[in-house]
């Protein structure tokens, strides 16, 4: 069975930080692509981070200096540290994997607060 366990959002102030976890389970085959998206109310999902097996990376011009996207292969594991948060990353945060099909988490909501 399929999981990936999402977890560490939450209501912070701006200039907070939090960090997501994303644990992935019981998928078949190679992951290539591990990746944080968000979804803001009335918006379309956007891609926040990613991070590929070979270890590139690639952020969202919003947020790069602020939110650092890491990963444990060995433990099939995304993070995705955020700092100095704004009000404008409010947003349910999903966790997407890539292998034979892709996967995507529940969501999280992280809310900042002005």
């Known amino acids: 069975q399929v999981q990936l366990v999402e977890s560490g959002g939450g209501l912070v102030q701006a200039g907070g930080s939090l960090t997501l976890s994303c644990a992935a389970s019981g998928i078949a085959g190679s992951i290539t692509v591990m990746s944080w998206y968000r979804q803001a109310p009335g918006k379309q999902r956007e891609l926040v981070a990613s991070k590929n097996r070979d270890g590139r990376t690639a952020y969202l011009d919003s947020v790069k200096g602020r939110f650092t996207i890491s990963r444990d292969n060995a433990k099939n594991t995304i993070y995705l540290q955020m700092n100095s948060l704004e009000p404008e990353d409010t947003a349910v945060y999903y966790c997407?994997?890539?292998?034979?099909?892709?996967?995507w988490g529940q969501g999280t909501q992280v809310t900042v607060s002005s």
């Open positions: 997407y994997v890539r292998a034979r099909v892709d996967y």
